[in-house]
């Protein structure tokens, strides 16, 4: 059974931090391409960053410059650190890895606001 379980959403003030992990099982972690989403309140779900198998890092313009996505393939876990958050980044937060098969997790809540 795969399973992706996001953590490390919360509340945090304008300008703050969070470091959001996705935790992968069921699948070959390391060959599968990991993806950072988000979906705010009346908005579709948009992509925030994605990294490749081999590591190689891409973000959108919404995240470069303030966001870092990493994986750990011995936890079979991928980070994305969030620096100098927004009002306009409180969203849920989804990853998804892909390869063969398409997989997403439940999402975890992002709130940043004062």
């Known amino acids: 059974q795969v399973q992706l379980v996001e953590s490390g959403g919360g509340l945090v003030q304008p300008g703050g931090s969070l470091r959001l992990s996705c935790a992968a099982s069921?699948?070959?972690?390391?060959?599968?391409?990991m993806n950072w989403y988000r979906q705010a309140p009346g908005k579709q779900r948009e992509l925030v960053a994605t990294i490749s198998s081999g590591g190689t890092p891409t973000y959108t313009d919404s995240a470069k410059g303030r966001f870092t996505i990493s994986r750990e393939n011995a936890k079979n876990t991928v980070y994305l650190q969030m620096n100098t958050l927004k009002p306009e980044d409180t969203a849920v937060y989804y990853c998804k890895a892909n390869w063969r098969n398409e997989y997403w997790g439940q999402g975890t809540q992002v709130t940043v606001s004062s």
């Open positions: 069921g699948i070959n972690f390391s060959f599968y391409v």
